[in-house]
């Protein structure tokens, strides 16, 4: 059985490394802020190249506080995606906002920057494109429409730890990234985690004081802040693999270098990669009108696979209350009809993507 994903063979890789970071953690008895919140923050700021980043919770109270520090409330618009995970579109629910979908690129599933600014109103705070399956999405043309609109940006990286937009790591493009620290994403903890970087003081200043309720000095609260922390024991943990986020990254292109090569001449559509583009590869996702026969196939040969995303958010119940048709967008909605993402990670061997290749070929004979 090759499995969609491993989450153990990370672990046992740097078991000893981690196991001593939880026992430093667990023996020091400091579970809540402290050095190694403090440290991680740091390094992640060196990570991706900002003057500030700022842990919090998890991915979606990364977006929330982000947007919050950018002033976002109720009567706002925020731009998002029509193509993403419902959380990029809940962090602007959360602030009262609201959000104003728009539609990806074929080619990339990223958001078209061609189509924003017919999006754009007088209420448009922020656009919040998301780096999707760890393809960066076209920051300059987001970013001069945005300057030339009085717009902040926000990106999404939860996908993209360790992504390069022409030749320069996502974290310090826009106003701020907010990422999250999944189990599952590229750079994972062992439970939930999350965090902003940004170059700007007065963002990376309001979250520090939004995640811990409001407060800058103990029991004195400037705002009505929220408990949104990242725990001293995923910090450690964090630090550790932290350290080999570019080595595992590194395996990741293999293996998709590996599928792209296996798999052209199929009638697969297969990931596209702009020039100015360096991806995560968090996902390696293929299009096909008949998917769910093909995901059908993979899974008797053993394979495993999943769809992301099946349902897009404007279908979505938790949204039937903004009155979005159906049909409203189109291209989101035919992406979720023909998408599947194949087996990728640090731990996915040469031989398993080789399997994979070969379990697809015959699948669509
Ligand atoms: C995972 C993810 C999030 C949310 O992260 P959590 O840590 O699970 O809250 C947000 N946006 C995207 C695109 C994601 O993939």
């Keep these: 059985m090759i499995p969609f994903l491993d989450l153990k063979s990370p672990y046992l890789e740097l ?3 981690i196991d001593d970071a939880i026992a430093r953690v667990v023996g020091s008895g400091w579970y809540i802020g402290g050095p190694e919140v403090d440290q991680f923050d740091a390094d992640y700021a060196a990570y991706c190249e900002t ?3 700022v842990s919090v919770a998890n991915g979606l109270d990364a977006l929330h506080l982000a947007l919050l520090a950018m002033d976002v409330g109720p009567g706002d618009e925020v731009i998002v995606p ?41 209420r448009t705070k922020v656009i919040l494109p998301v780096h999707l399956y760890g393809q960066p999405a076209d920051l300059d043309p987001i970013l001069e429409i945005a300057r030339k609109h009085g717009l902040q940006v926000l990106e999404d990286g939860a996908q993209a730890h360790g992504a390069r937009y022409k030749g320069r790591r996502l ?12 189990p599952g994403k590229n750079l994972g903890a062992l439970g939930d985690g999350g965090a902003i970087t ?8 309001r979250i520090r004081v ?11 609260n400037e705002v009505k802040g929220f408990n949104s922390r990242l725990d001293p024991l995923q910090a450690a943990v964090l630090q550790v693999k932290l350290r080999h986020l570019d080595a595992w990254n590194a395996r990741r292109k293999g293996i998709a270098a590996q599928y792209l090569e296996g798999l052209t001449g199929t009638s697969l559509v297969l990931p596209h990669v702009p ?7 968090h996902l390696f996702v293929v299009r096909h009108p008949q998917r769910d026969a093909l995901a059908q196939r993979l899974a008797a040969a053993e394979i495993g696979t999943l769809i992301h995303y099946p349902i897009p958010p404007h279908r979505q119940r938790a949204y039937a209350d903004a009155g979005f048709a159906d049909d409203a967008f189109p291209r989101a909605g035919n992406m979720a009809h023909e998408v599947l993402s194949l087996p990728i990670g640090p731990h996915c ?13 015959k699948a669509l004979v």
Excluded at 172 to 181: C, K, M, Q, R, T
């Design 51 to 53: 003057t500030h980043a």
């Design 171 to 182: 974290g310090g493009h826009g106003d701020a990234v907010a990422w999250s620290f999944y």
């Design 275 to 281: 020039d100015w583009a360096d991806p995560s590869w």
């Design 210 to 220: 939004l995640r811990n309720y409001g407060s800058r000095a103990k029991y004195v």
């Design 349 to 361: 061997e040469r031989e398993h993507a080789s399997r994979v290749i070969e379990s697809v070929r």
């Design 82 to 122: 029509s193509n993403t995970y419902i959380a990029t579109w809940l962090a602007v629910n959360q602030c009262g906002a609201t959000p104003v979908p728009v539609e990806p690129v074929d080619a990339t599933y990223n958001i078209d920057p061609a189509r924003i600014e017919a999006a754009i109103t007088p």
């Design 15 to 17: 078991k000893s490394e």
């Design 198 to 205: 940004t170059n700007d003081p007065q963002i990376a200043d």
